[in-house]
T-cell receptor, first 116, second 119 residues
Framework: GAVVSQHPSWVICKSGTSVKIECRSL??????MFWYRQFPKQSLMLMAT?????????EQGVEKDKFLINHASLTLSTLTVTSAHPEDSSFYIC????????????FGPGTRLTVT | AQTVTQSQPEMSVQEAETVTLSCTYD???????LFWYKQPPSRQMILVIRQEAYKQQNATENRFSVNFQKAAKSFSLKISDSQLGDAAMYFCAYRSALTHGGSQGNLIFGKGTKLSVKP
């Protein structure tokens, strides 16, 4: 099967610091990865789309200087939350589209970020 | 822009019974994919079932089936013989079949339906 991992699974950081979240496709190459944010009891909201080797495309309202996305290889994308504030506390989920597959995306298990 | 609407915030079903979750969507595209995802308390998103818009036949996966009405832009999920493990949030999602520079598009999610299963 297609497996996507995220690291860390949860993180607590202090306000003003930066935190990096990794998303890896373990057994397939992912040409495109997506980053979602999910608040409690709400749906997934797309933050950005990242393609390997090119700049990420951010959704309207998402600050690209605050949420830095790097897709350096076909198996790794990273999301860095810079100068984190308590309102950035959320559940962040990545998904990866398998190269050559027209269908579903494969989701990571998510990362819970708490900013104190 | 495409939208997905799930009008039932919460649903409840008795174990072994059947329940139907509703989903409608809006799009001007003719070729797209529709999905139902399950999100249990672990919050891992799990694909339940997929439907290609060009297929008239409704998709089925064991106890899960859909009623896809393209003209009505409706995509409901039926869960038969409900089990305690079916309790979760269920999200309906849309994805365009169009590619962008060779890359697939993102999923557009509804707000979700919380399904409870009573023993």
């Amino acid at each position: 099967g297609a497996v996507v991992s995220q690291h860390p699974s949860w993180v607590i950081c202090k306000s003003g610091t930066s935190v990096k979240i990794e998303c890896r496709s373990l057994d397939f190459q992912a040409t495109t990865m997506f980053w979602y944010r999910q608040f409690p009891k709400q749906s997934l909201m797309l933050m950005a789309t990242s393609n390997e080797g090119s700049k990420a495309t951010y959704e309207q309202g998402v600050e690209k200087d605050k949420f830095l996305i790097n897709h350096a290889s076909l198996t790794l994308s990273t999301l860095t939350v810079t100068s984190a504030h308590p309102e950035d506390s959320s559940f962040y989920i990545c998904s990866a589209h398998k190269a050559g597959s027209p269908y579903e995306q494969y989701f990571g298990p998510g990362t819970r970020l708490t900013v104190t | 822009a495409q939208t997905v609407t799930q009008s039932q915030p919460e649903m409840s079903v008795q174990e072994a019974e059947t329940v139907t979750l509703s989903c409608t969507y809006d799009t001007s595209e003719s070729d797209y994919y529709l999905f139902w995802y399950k999100q249990p308390p672990s919050r891992q998103m799990i694909l339940v079932i997929r439907q290609e818009a060009y297929k008239q036949q409704n998709a089925t996966e064991n106890r899960f089936s859909v009623n896809f009405q393209k003209a009505a832009k409706s995509f409901s999920l039926k869960i038969s013989d409900s089990q305690l493990g079916d309790a979760a949030m269920y999200f309906c999602a849309y994805r365009s079949a169009l590619t962008h520079g060779g890359s697939q598009g993102n999923l557009i999610f509804g707000k979700g339906t919380k399904l409870s299963v009573k023993p």
